[in-house]
Protein backbone atom coordinates (compact mmCIF):
# COMPACT_ATOMS: atom_id res chain seq x y z
CA UNK A 1 0.00 0.00 0.00
CA UNK A 2 2.76 2.49 1.09
CA UNK A 3 4.14 2.22 -2.14
CA UNK A 4 1.51 1.80 -4.54
CA UNK A 5 1.33 5.63 -2.60
CA UNK A 6 4.76 6.32 -3.58
CA UNK A 7 4.27 5.89 -7.02
CA UNK A 8 0.97 7.97 -7.02
CA UNK A 9 2.87 10.64 -6.07
CA UNK A 10 5.82 10.43 -8.05
CA UNK A 11 3.12 10.49 -10.49
CA UNK A 12 1.39 13.71 -9.73
CA UNK A 13 4.43 15.50 -8.86
CA UNK A 14 5.83 14.15 -12.49
CA UNK A 15 2.85 15.76 -14.06
CA UNK A 16 3.08 18.61 -11.89
CA UNK A 17 6.55 19.33 -13.49
CA UNK A 18 5.48 18.85 -16.55
CA UNK A 19 2.50 21.14 -16.28
CA UNK A 20 5.03 23.81 -14.35
CA UNK A 21 7.52 23.62 -17.86
CA UNK A 22 5.03 23.93 -20.42
CA UNK A 23 4.03 27.27 -18.54
CA UNK A 24 7.11 28.61 -17.80
CA UNK A 25 7.68 27.76 -21.84
CA UNK A 26 4.92 29.24 -23.38
CA UNK A 27 5.46 32.35 -20.99
CA UNK A 28 9.04 32.96 -22.41
CA UNK A 29 8.00 31.76 -26.18
CA UNK A 30 5.31 34.28 -25.84
CA UNK A 31 7.46 37.03 -24.40
CA UNK A 32 10.28 36.04 -27.24
CA UNK A 33 7.75 37.52 -29.85
CA UNK A 34 8.41 41.26 -29.16
CA UNK A 35 10.21 43.71 -27.09
CA UNK A 36 9.52 43.79 -23.55
CA UNK A 37 6.74 46.51 -23.01
CA UNK A 38 7.73 50.16 -21.59
CA UNK A 39 10.63 52.43 -23.29
CA UNK A 40 11.03 55.07 -25.86
CA UNK A 41 9.10 54.58 -29.16
CA UNK A 42 10.91 53.36 -31.85
CA UNK A 43 10.73 55.89 -34.67
CA UNK A 44 14.20 55.10 -36.52
CA UNK A 45 13.97 54.88 -40.46
CA UNK A 46 14.49 51.54 -41.45
CA UNK A 47 17.68 51.31 -44.35
CA UNK A 48 19.47 49.13 -46.30
CA UNK A 49 23.10 47.47 -45.05
CA UNK A 50 23.74 45.78 -47.69
CA UNK A 51 23.04 44.55 -51.30
CA UNK A 52 23.87 41.18 -52.99
CA UNK A 53 24.46 40.98 -55.81
CA UNK A 54 26.05 44.95 -55.59
CA UNK A 55 24.24 47.46 -57.79
CA UNK A 56 25.80 48.26 -61.05
CA UNK A 57 26.08 44.43 -62.32
CA UNK A 58 25.84 43.88 -66.12
CA UNK A 59 25.50 40.87 -67.97
CA UNK A 60 22.60 39.68 -66.28
CA UNK A 61 19.95 36.90 -66.96
CA UNK A 62 16.57 36.81 -65.84
CA UNK A 63 15.26 35.54 -63.12
CA UNK A 64 18.39 37.61 -61.27
CA UNK A 65 17.85 36.84 -57.03
CA UNK A 66 18.84 40.25 -55.55
CA UNK A 67 19.77 39.55 -51.61
CA UNK A 68 19.04 42.68 -49.46
CA UNK A 69 19.89 42.84 -45.82
CA UNK A 70 18.01 45.72 -43.64
CA UNK A 71 18.85 46.92 -39.97
CA UNK A 72 15.02 46.33 -39.24
CA UNK A 73 12.51 43.96 -40.14
CA UNK A 74 9.79 45.20 -42.90
CA UNK A 75 6.15 45.05 -43.03
CA UNK A 76 5.54 42.70 -45.67
CA UNK A 77 1.86 43.91 -46.31
CA UNK A 78 3.80 47.60 -47.55
CA UNK A 79 6.17 45.64 -50.28
CA UNK A 80 4.52 44.91 -53.39
CA UNK A 81 3.90 49.20 -53.91
CA UNK A 82 6.89 50.23 -52.73
CA UNK A 83 8.97 47.97 -55.21
CA UNK A 84 9.02 48.32 -58.48
CA UNK A 85 11.34 47.75 -61.89
CA UNK A 86 11.70 49.64 -64.76
CA UNK A 87 11.33 49.73 -67.56
CA UNK A 88 8.16 47.23 -67.42
CA UNK A 89 8.77 43.59 -68.22
CA UNK A 90 6.08 40.80 -68.56
CA UNK A 91 5.77 38.62 -65.56
CA UNK A 92 5.78 39.46 -61.77
CA UNK A 93 8.48 40.68 -59.40
CA UNK A 94 8.68 38.23 -56.74
CA UNK A 95 9.47 38.40 -52.88
CA UNK A 96 10.73 36.36 -50.18
CA UNK A 97 11.01 37.62 -46.40
CA UNK A 98 12.83 36.59 -43.76
CA UNK A 99 13.87 38.62 -40.81
CA UNK A 100 15.75 41.83 -42.12
CA UNK A 101 16.54 39.75 -45.73
CA UNK A 102 14.28 40.14 -48.09
CA UNK A 103 14.92 38.42 -51.49
CA UNK A 104 13.53 39.81 -54.81
CA UNK A 105 13.50 37.83 -57.96
CA UNK A 106 13.00 39.08 -61.34
CA UNK A 107 10.91 38.38 -64.17
CA UNK A 108 13.02 35.55 -66.82
CA UNK A 109 11.85 37.37 -69.74
CA UNK A 110 14.24 39.83 -69.37
CA UNK A 111 15.31 41.80 -73.02
CA UNK A 112 19.13 41.92 -74.34
CA UNK A 113 21.49 44.87 -73.93
CA UNK A 114 19.03 46.82 -71.13
CA UNK A 115 19.42 48.68 -67.65
CA UNK A 116 16.60 47.84 -65.56
CA UNK A 117 16.40 49.82 -62.23
CA UNK A 118 14.79 48.51 -59.01
CA UNK A 119 13.31 51.05 -57.10
CA UNK A 120 12.28 50.51 -53.27
CA UNK A 121 9.92 53.65 -51.91
CA UNK A 122 9.58 55.37 -49.28
CA UNK A 123 6.40 53.54 -48.50
CA UNK A 124 8.00 50.51 -47.54
CA UNK A 125 7.52 50.70 -43.95
CA UNK A 126 8.82 48.17 -40.32
CA UNK A 127 7.21 46.92 -38.07
CA UNK A 128 6.98 49.98 -36.16
CA UNK A 129 5.46 51.74 -39.42
CA UNK A 130 8.56 53.76 -39.90
CA UNK A 131 9.18 54.93 -43.54
CA UNK A 132 12.26 53.57 -45.12
CA UNK A 133 15.10 56.71 -44.75
CA UNK A 134 15.05 56.88 -48.79
CA UNK A 135 14.12 56.10 -52.17
CA UNK A 136 16.48 53.88 -52.96
CA UNK A 137 17.49 52.65 -57.29
CA UNK A 138 19.33 49.40 -57.89
CA UNK A 139 21.00 48.89 -61.25
CA UNK A 140 21.97 46.15 -63.19
CA UNK A 141 21.94 45.17 -66.82
CA UNK A 142 21.44 42.26 -69.37
CA UNK A 143 24.20 43.96 -71.29
CA UNK A 144 27.47 45.11 -70.75
CA UNK A 145 27.08 48.55 -70.17
CA UNK A 146 24.84 50.61 -67.57
CA UNK A 147 23.47 53.97 -68.22
CA UNK A 148 24.64 56.69 -66.12
CA UNK A 149 22.76 59.60 -66.15
CA UNK A 150 21.61 61.46 -63.60
CA UNK A 151 19.15 63.92 -62.14
CA UNK A 152 18.75 65.23 -58.27
CA UNK A 153 18.10 68.35 -56.41
CA UNK A 154 15.40 69.35 -53.54
CA UNK A 155 11.41 70.04 -53.45
CA UNK A 156 10.59 72.64 -51.15
CA UNK A 157 7.40 72.08 -49.56
CA UNK A 158 6.12 74.83 -47.38
CA UNK A 159 3.62 72.20 -45.83
CA UNK A 160 6.82 70.30 -44.61
CA UNK A 161 5.67 66.69 -45.92
CA UNK A 162 7.67 64.14 -48.37
CA UNK A 163 6.40 65.25 -51.98
CA UNK A 164 6.25 62.86 -54.83
CA UNK A 165 8.74 64.09 -57.95
CA UNK A 166 7.67 62.38 -61.46
CA UNK A 167 9.95 61.95 -64.29
CA UNK A 168 9.31 61.43 -68.23
CA UNK A 169 11.22 61.04 -70.97
CA UNK A 170 10.16 63.44 -73.42
CA UNK A 171 10.67 61.73 -76.72
CA UNK A 172 8.28 63.03 -79.68
CA UNK A 173 5.58 63.98 -76.59
CA UNK A 174 4.52 67.64 -76.60
CA UNK A 175 4.28 69.12 -73.15
CA UNK A 176 0.84 70.05 -72.76
CA UNK A 177 0.39 66.15 -73.12
CA UNK A 178 2.99 65.16 -71.04
CA UNK A 179 1.49 65.19 -67.18
CA UNK A 180 -1.79 63.67 -67.78
CA UNK A 181 -0.11 60.21 -68.46
CA UNK A 182 1.82 57.80 -66.27
CA UNK A 183 5.25 58.93 -65.43
CA UNK A 184 8.47 56.91 -66.45
CA UNK A 185 10.26 57.38 -63.62
CA UNK A 186 8.82 58.18 -60.09
CA UNK A 187 10.25 58.62 -56.55
CA UNK A 188 9.74 60.70 -53.51
CA UNK A 189 11.60 63.31 -51.42
CA UNK A 190 13.34 62.01 -48.07
CA UNK A 191 12.63 63.90 -44.85
CA UNK A 192 14.79 66.96 -46.43
CA UNK A 193 12.96 67.66 -49.44
CA UNK A 194 16.15 65.81 -51.80
CA UNK A 195 15.32 63.48 -54.75
CA UNK A 196 17.55 61.27 -56.96
CA UNK A 197 16.84 59.71 -60.47
CA UNK A 198 20.15 57.88 -61.25
CA UNK A 199 21.13 55.61 -64.14
CA UNK A 200 19.34 57.63 -66.61
CA UNK A 201 19.93 57.15 -70.52
CA UNK A 202 20.86 60.10 -72.82
CA UNK A 203 18.04 62.09 -73.58
CA UNK A 204 15.84 64.81 -72.97
CA UNK A 205 13.39 64.46 -69.89
CA UNK A 206 10.65 66.97 -67.86
CA UNK A 207 10.01 66.89 -64.05
CA UNK A 208 7.30 67.94 -61.69
CA UNK A 209 6.98 67.66 -58.37
CA UNK A 210 3.77 67.84 -56.06
CA UNK A 211 1.61 66.44 -53.26
CA UNK A 212 -1.62 65.10 -52.55
CA UNK A 213 -1.26 62.26 -55.37
CA UNK A 214 -0.44 58.11 -55.57
CA UNK A 215 2.07 57.10 -58.04
CA UNK A 216 1.98 56.47 -60.75
CA UNK A 217 -1.10 58.10 -61.26
CA UNK A 218 -1.10 60.79 -63.67
CA UNK A 219 -0.81 64.60 -61.92
CA UNK A 220 -4.05 66.42 -61.39
CA UNK A 221 -2.93 69.80 -61.42
CA UNK A 222 -6.44 71.44 -60.35
CA UNK A 223 -6.38 69.29 -57.11
CA UNK A 224 -2.66 69.18 -55.89
CA UNK A 225 0.23 71.44 -55.33
CA UNK A 226 2.56 71.01 -57.40
CA UNK A 227 6.09 72.60 -58.81
CA UNK A 228 8.07 72.64 -62.19
CA UNK A 229 11.64 73.54 -62.81
CA UNK A 230 12.41 76.51 -64.76
CA UNK A 231 15.31 74.50 -67.40
CA UNK A 232 13.35 72.73 -70.06
CA UNK A 233 14.49 70.35 -71.65
CA UNK A 234 16.25 68.54 -68.64
CA UNK A 235 19.06 67.18 -71.34
CA UNK A 236 21.02 64.32 -70.28
CA UNK A 237 23.90 64.52 -72.72
CA UNK A 238 26.43 61.55 -71.76
CA UNK A 239 27.06 58.43 -69.71
CA UNK A 240 28.03 60.55 -66.95
CA UNK A 241 25.82 63.33 -67.47
CA UNK A 242 24.63 64.59 -63.76
CA UNK A 243 22.44 67.41 -63.58
CA UNK A 244 22.35 68.64 -59.91
CA UNK A 245 20.58 71.43 -58.15
CA UNK A 246 16.61 71.00 -60.47
CA UNK A 247 15.17 72.44 -57.89
CA UNK A 248 11.34 72.92 -57.33
CA UNK A 249 8.83 74.53 -54.84
CA UNK A 250 5.31 73.41 -54.82
CA UNK A 251 2.17 75.62 -54.53
CA UNK A 252 -1.28 75.06 -55.65
CA UNK A 253 -2.32 76.83 -58.84
CA UNK A 254 -4.72 79.99 -58.14
CA UNK A 255 -7.89 79.27 -59.10
CA UNK A 256 -9.85 81.60 -61.46
CA UNK A 257 -11.63 84.74 -59.04
CA UNK A 258 -15.42 83.40 -58.85
CA UNK A 259 -18.24 84.02 -56.28
CA UNK A 260 -18.42 81.44 -54.18
CA UNK A 261 -21.43 81.94 -51.85
CA UNK A 262 -24.15 85.03 -51.34
CA UNK A 263 -26.47 85.14 -48.43
CA UNK A 264 -28.07 87.77 -46.33
CA UNK A 265 -27.69 87.11 -42.67
CA UNK A 266 -29.85 89.89 -41.43
CA UNK A 267 -33.07 92.18 -43.39
CA UNK A 268 -30.20 94.56 -44.00
CA UNK A 269 -26.40 92.61 -44.19
CA UNK A 270 -25.57 89.89 -46.22
CA UNK A 271 -21.87 88.37 -47.14
CA UNK A 272 -20.21 87.38 -50.01
CA UNK A 273 -17.81 84.69 -50.59
CA UNK A 274 -15.31 84.26 -53.23
CA UNK A 275 -12.43 81.86 -54.04
CA UNK A 276 -9.57 84.51 -53.65
CA UNK A 277 -8.60 86.83 -51.06
CA UNK A 278 -10.07 90.61 -52.11
CA UNK A 279 -9.35 94.08 -50.69
CA UNK A 280 -12.08 96.43 -50.41
CA UNK A 281 -10.03 99.65 -50.77
CA UNK A 282 -8.63 98.04 -53.71
CA UNK A 283 -12.06 97.67 -55.88
CA UNK A 284 -13.76 100.15 -58.06
CA UNK A 285 -16.73 102.16 -57.40
CA UNK A 286 -19.89 100.26 -58.13
CA UNK A 287 -18.28 96.60 -57.87
CA UNK A 288 -21.27 95.10 -55.84
CA UNK A 289 -24.50 96.40 -56.17
CA UNK A 290 -28.29 95.16 -55.42
CA UNK A 291 -31.61 95.21 -56.49
CA UNK A 292 -34.93 94.65 -54.73
CA UNK A 293 -37.67 92.25 -56.21
CA UNK A 294 -39.88 95.19 -56.74
CA UNK A 295 -37.55 97.73 -58.75
CA UNK A 296 -35.45 97.17 -61.27
CA UNK A 297 -33.06 100.47 -60.18
CA UNK A 298 -29.80 99.35 -58.91
CA UNK A 299 -28.56 100.60 -55.64
CA UNK A 300 -25.11 100.62 -54.07
CA UNK A 301 -24.75 98.87 -50.41
CA UNK A 302 -24.43 101.59 -47.31
CA UNK A 303 -21.26 100.07 -46.08
CA UNK A 304 -19.02 97.17 -47.22
CA UNK A 305 -16.72 95.89 -44.52
CA UNK A 306 -14.22 93.03 -44.01
CA UNK A 307 -13.49 91.51 -40.23
CA UNK A 308 -9.83 91.02 -41.97
CA UNK A 309 -7.72 92.31 -44.81
CA UNK A 310 -7.32 90.76 -47.34
CA UNK A 311 -10.09 87.46 -47.10
CA UNK A 312 -12.45 85.82 -49.00
CA UNK A 313 -15.20 87.41 -47.42
CA UNK A 314 -17.07 90.48 -47.59
CA UNK A 315 -19.69 91.72 -45.83
CA UNK A 316 -22.35 94.41 -46.57
CA UNK A 317 -24.85 96.27 -45.68
CA UNK A 318 -28.22 98.78 -46.85
CA UNK A 319 -30.42 99.94 -44.31
CA UNK A 320 -33.41 99.25 -45.73
CA UNK A 321 -37.26 100.36 -44.61
CA UNK A 322 -39.17 97.73 -46.72
CA UNK A 323 -36.81 94.79 -46.51
CA UNK A 324 -37.98 93.04 -49.29
CA UNK A 325 -38.29 88.69 -50.03
CA UNK A 326 -35.55 88.56 -52.61
CA UNK A 327 -32.86 90.37 -53.73
CA UNK A 328 -30.14 90.30 -56.80
CA UNK A 329 -26.93 91.07 -55.52
CA UNK A 330 -24.34 92.01 -58.57
CA UNK A 331 -20.85 91.95 -58.65
CA UNK A 332 -18.74 93.88 -61.38
CA UNK A 333 -14.74 94.13 -62.36
CA UNK A 334 -14.15 92.53 -58.70
CA UNK A 335 -10.36 91.85 -58.38
CA UNK A 336 -8.20 89.78 -56.17
CA UNK A 337 -4.80 90.21 -54.45
CA UNK A 338 -3.36 87.88 -57.07
CA UNK A 339 -4.63 90.50 -59.70
CA UNK A 340 -7.22 88.11 -61.25
CA UNK A 341 -10.65 89.64 -62.40
CA UNK A 342 -14.23 88.89 -62.04
CA UNK A 343 -15.89 90.49 -64.64
CA UNK A 344 -19.68 89.71 -64.11
CA UNK A 345 -21.60 87.97 -61.90
CA UNK A 346 -24.81 87.81 -60.18
CA UNK A 347 -27.15 86.14 -57.22
CA UNK A 348 -30.41 85.82 -56.38
CA UNK A 349 -30.83 85.52 -52.53
CA UNK A 350 -33.66 85.13 -49.87
CA UNK A 351 -33.73 88.04 -47.46
CA UNK A 352 -34.86 87.37 -43.79
CA UNK A 353 -37.87 89.27 -41.66
CA UNK A 354 -36.46 91.25 -38.61
CA UNK A 355 -33.48 91.62 -37.19
CA UNK A 356 -32.24 89.72 -34.44
CA UNK A 357 -29.02 89.69 -34.83
CA UNK A 358 -26.94 90.88 -31.41
CA UNK A 359 -23.60 93.05 -31.90
CA UNK A 360 -20.47 90.83 -31.49
CA UNK A 361 -16.79 91.66 -31.12
CA UNK A 362 -14.93 89.48 -33.09
CA UNK A 363 -11.89 90.96 -32.57
CA UNK A 364 -9.86 91.02 -30.51
CA UNK A 365 -10.29 87.67 -28.15
CA UNK A 366 -11.44 89.18 -24.59
CA UNK A 367 -10.65 86.08 -23.13
CA UNK A 368 -6.81 86.74 -23.26
CA UNK A 369 -4.58 90.01 -23.26
CA UNK A 370 -3.40 90.92 -26.33
CA UNK A 371 0.44 91.78 -27.10
CA UNK A 372 0.21 95.31 -28.72
CA UNK A 373 2.85 96.36 -31.28
CA UNK A 374 4.52 99.50 -29.22
CA UNK A 375 4.70 101.46 -32.50
CA UNK A 376 1.11 101.38 -33.46
CA UNK A 377 -0.63 104.04 -31.11
CA UNK A 378 -3.64 102.49 -31.48
CA UNK A 379 -6.35 99.40 -30.47
CA UNK A 380 -8.44 98.05 -33.13
CA UNK A 381 -11.98 96.99 -32.19
CA UNK A 382 -13.53 94.85 -34.98
CA UNK A 383 -17.73 94.02 -34.44
CA UNK A 384 -19.95 92.05 -36.31
CA UNK A 385 -22.10 94.08 -37.50
CA UNK A 386 -21.99 98.30 -38.51
CA UNK A 387 -22.92 100.03 -34.92
CA UNK A 388 -24.23 103.24 -33.79
CA UNK A 389 -21.03 105.19 -32.77
CA UNK A 390 -19.72 109.05 -32.92
CA UNK A 391 -15.96 110.09 -32.22
CA UNK A 392 -17.22 111.01 -28.28
CA UNK A 393 -18.62 108.04 -27.75
CA UNK A 394 -19.11 107.41 -23.89
CA UNK A 395 -19.89 104.03 -24.65
CA UNK A 396 -16.34 102.89 -23.81
CA UNK A 397 -14.10 104.04 -20.63
CA UNK A 398 -10.15 103.11 -20.82
CA UNK A 399 -8.01 102.42 -17.68
CA UNK A 400 -4.12 101.96 -17.28
CA UNK A 401 -3.11 99.28 -14.70
CA UNK A 402 -6.71 99.03 -13.72
CA UNK A 403 -6.93 102.02 -11.88
CA UNK A 404 -5.87 104.71 -13.89
CA UNK A 405 -8.70 106.65 -15.99
CA UNK A 406 -7.07 107.67 -19.44
CA UNK A 407 -8.72 110.15 -22.15
CA UNK A 408 -8.69 108.98 -25.25
CA UNK A 409 -9.43 109.53 -29.07
CA UNK A 410 -11.82 107.57 -31.22
CA UNK A 411 -11.43 107.14 -34.79
CA UNK A 412 -14.26 105.40 -37.22
CA UNK A 413 -12.24 103.02 -39.84
CA UNK A 414 -15.99 101.96 -41.08
CA UNK A 415 -19.07 101.37 -39.28
CA UNK A 416 -17.94 98.08 -37.81
CA UNK A 417 -14.36 98.83 -36.69
CA UNK A 418 -13.19 101.69 -34.23
CA UNK A 419 -9.89 102.42 -32.91
CA UNK A 420 -9.04 103.74 -29.97
CA UNK A 421 -6.14 106.25 -29.04
CA UNK A 422 -5.55 106.42 -25.32
CA UNK A 423 -3.48 109.82 -24.77
CA UNK A 424 -0.09 109.69 -23.30
CA UNK A 425 3.27 108.04 -23.98
CA UNK A 426 3.26 104.59 -23.73
CA UNK A 427 5.77 102.06 -21.98
CA UNK A 428 6.83 98.44 -22.62
CA UNK A 429 4.57 96.62 -20.11
CA UNK A 430 1.77 99.21 -19.42
CA UNK A 431 -1.62 97.55 -19.28
CA UNK A 432 -4.78 98.87 -20.94
CA UNK A 433 -8.44 97.50 -20.33
CA UNK A 434 -10.85 98.51 -22.35
CA UNK A 435 -14.63 98.37 -20.87
CA UNK A 436 -17.39 98.67 -23.59
CA UNK A 437 -21.14 98.82 -22.00
CA UNK A 438 -22.71 96.27 -24.45
CA UNK A 439 -26.34 97.24 -23.61
CA UNK A 440 -25.30 100.39 -24.52
CA UNK A 441 -24.08 99.55 -28.15
CA UNK A 442 -26.87 99.57 -30.31
CA UNK A 443 -26.56 98.14 -34.20
CA UNK A 444 -28.42 99.89 -36.95
CA UNK A 445 -31.35 97.69 -36.21
CA UNK A 446 -31.17 98.82 -32.15
CA UNK A 447 -29.68 95.25 -31.10
CA UNK A 448 -27.03 95.46 -28.51
CA UNK A 449 -24.65 92.80 -26.93
CA UNK A 450 -25.64 89.85 -25.09
CA UNK A 451 -23.49 91.05 -22.19
CA UNK A 452 -23.80 94.18 -20.25
CA UNK A 453 -20.14 94.65 -19.85
CA UNK A 454 -17.11 93.30 -22.53
CA UNK A 455 -13.71 93.78 -21.20
CA UNK A 456 -10.70 93.84 -23.52
CA UNK A 457 -6.99 93.79 -22.34
CA UNK A 458 -4.03 94.94 -24.05
CA UNK A 459 -0.09 94.86 -22.83
CA UNK A 460 2.26 97.05 -24.73
CA UNK A 461 4.93 94.46 -25.68
CA UNK A 462 8.67 95.27 -25.67
CA UNK A 463 9.91 97.39 -28.41
CA UNK A 464 11.73 95.33 -31.18
CA UNK A 465 15.54 96.80 -32.50
CA UNK A 466 15.77 96.68 -36.38
CA UNK A 467 18.52 95.79 -38.48
CA UNK A 468 19.43 95.00 -42.13
CA UNK A 469 20.68 92.97 -44.14
CA UNK A 470 22.22 93.72 -47.75
CA UNK A 471 24.37 92.11 -50.43
CA UNK A 472 24.20 91.09 -54.10
CA UNK A 473 22.75 88.36 -56.30
CA UNK A 474 24.97 86.53 -58.62
CA UNK A 475 24.08 84.44 -61.81
CA UNK A 476 22.49 84.68 -65.07
CA UNK A 477 19.10 85.04 -64.03
CA UNK A 478 20.11 87.74 -61.14
CA UNK A 479 18.66 90.74 -63.22
CA UNK A 480 14.86 91.29 -61.70
CA UNK A 481 15.57 89.11 -58.62
CA UNK A 482 13.08 89.99 -55.93
CA UNK A 483 15.08 88.69 -52.41
CA UNK A 484 12.82 87.70 -49.69
CA UNK A 485 13.14 87.54 -45.94
CA UNK A 486 11.32 85.35 -43.78
CA UNK A 487 11.43 85.51 -40.40
CA UNK A 488 11.93 82.22 -38.85
CA UNK A 489 10.27 82.04 -36.04
CA UNK A 490 7.11 83.17 -37.04
CA UNK A 491 6.93 83.67 -41.32
CA UNK A 492 3.89 85.06 -41.82
CA UNK A 493 6.39 88.01 -41.20
CA UNK A 494 7.67 88.76 -44.79
CA UNK A 495 10.18 91.56 -46.20
CA UNK A 496 11.03 91.69 -49.62
CA UNK A 497 13.24 93.91 -52.07
CA UNK A 498 13.93 93.97 -55.85
CA UNK A 499 17.70 94.01 -56.56
CA UNK A 500 19.03 97.17 -58.36
CA UNK A 501 20.81 97.41 -61.69
CA UNK A 502 23.53 96.29 -60.23
CA UNK A 503 22.10 93.14 -59.02
CA UNK A 504 22.40 94.93 -55.71
CA UNK A 505 19.87 94.34 -52.35
CA UNK A 506 18.90 96.29 -49.19
CA UNK A 507 16.59 94.88 -46.60
CA UNK A 508 16.40 97.46 -43.87
CA UNK A 509 14.27 98.51 -41.26
CA UNK A 510 14.50 94.51 -40.25
CA UNK A 511 13.38 93.35 -36.59
CA UNK A 512 15.92 91.31 -34.99
CA UNK A 513 16.23 87.82 -35.13
CA UNK A 514 16.29 85.09 -37.73
CA UNK A 515 15.61 85.38 -40.71
CA UNK A 516 15.13 82.84 -43.93
CA UNK A 517 16.84 84.17 -47.13
CA UNK A 518 14.63 83.36 -50.73
CA UNK A 519 14.71 84.41 -53.89
CA UNK A 520 13.36 84.18 -57.27
CA UNK A 521 13.78 86.13 -60.64
CA UNK A 522 10.24 87.67 -61.25
CA UNK A 523 9.91 87.54 -64.97
CA UNK A 524 6.25 88.38 -64.87
CA UNK A 525 6.76 91.42 -63.00
CA UNK A 526 3.34 90.37 -60.47
CA UNK A 527 6.00 90.45 -57.31
CA UNK A 528 5.12 87.08 -56.52
CA UNK A 529 6.67 83.81 -57.20
CA UNK A 530 5.60 81.24 -59.70
CA UNK A 531 6.12 77.26 -59.66
CA UNK A 532 5.24 77.17 -62.95
CA UNK A 533 1.96 75.81 -64.92
CA UNK A 534 1.03 72.06 -66.00
CA UNK A 535 -1.26 72.95 -68.35
CA UNK A 536 -1.15 74.61 -70.77
CA UNK A 537 2.70 74.30 -70.04
CA UNK A 538 4.68 77.39 -68.40
CA UNK A 539 7.78 76.84 -66.42
CA UNK A 540 8.71 77.90 -62.88
CA UNK A 541 10.62 81.28 -62.31
CA UNK A 542 14.40 80.56 -61.48
CA UNK A 543 14.95 80.57 -57.39
CA UNK A 544 16.99 79.69 -54.89
CA UNK A 545 16.63 79.42 -50.92
CA UNK A 546 19.88 80.12 -48.33
CA UNK A 547 20.45 77.00 -46.56
CA UNK A 548 21.11 79.00 -43.22
CA UNK A 549 19.19 81.48 -41.54
CA UNK A 550 20.29 85.35 -41.00
CA UNK A 551 20.70 86.64 -37.76
CA UNK A 552 19.60 90.50 -37.49
CA UNK A 553 20.71 92.44 -34.64
CA UNK A 554 19.23 95.68 -33.77
CA UNK A 555 21.38 99.20 -35.42
CA UNK A 556 23.21 96.40 -37.24
CA UNK A 557 23.89 95.61 -41.10
CA UNK A 558 24.64 92.20 -41.94
CA UNK A 559 26.70 93.42 -45.25
CA UNK A 560 28.22 91.49 -47.88
CA UNK A 561 26.24 88.40 -48.33
CA UNK A 562 27.00 86.70 -51.63
CA UNK A 563 23.83 84.70 -53.16
CA UNK A 564 23.89 82.76 -56.42
CA UNK A 565 21.55 81.37 -58.62
CA UNK A 566 21.97 77.02 -59.19
CA UNK A 567 24.62 76.84 -62.62
Excluded at 255 to 280: C, D, H, R, W, Y
Excluded at 408 to 415: L, N, S
Aim: glycine share 6%.
Amino acid sequence: MHGRNSVQFELIASVRLFLYSAVLLLIFSCAAIGPPPGGPVDKTSPFIISVTPPSGKTQIDGGLKIHLKFSERLNEMTLEKGIRLVPNVDGELKFKIKKEELTVILPENLDTNQTYILTLDRIIEDEHKNQLDQTYQLAYSTGKEIAGGVIKGTVFNPEGESSLVYLYNLGAKTMDSLFIREPDYYSMTDDSGKYHFAFLEEGDYQIISFTGGAAPFPVNPARMAYGLHWEVPLSITGEDSILSQINMKVEKEIPALNVLSVKMETSNQGAAKFTNPVAIEEQSPGWIAFSQDTVNERFSPDFIFQTETPSQRIYFYSDLADAPVKMEVFFSEVMDIFDGTLFSDSSTVSVPGIDTTKVELISPATNSTAEHNPEESTFTLQFNTPINISENDSLFHVTLDDTIETEFKIEIVDPAKIRIQPKGKWETGDKFSIKIYGFNVKSFSGNSMSDSLVTVNFKIAEKIGKGGISGTVHGKYAAGTVVEALMYETENTIHSVVVNSANEFMLDNIPSGFWQLNAYQDKDNNGRYSSGKAIPFQPSEPFFVLPDTIEVRANWIVEGLELHYPE
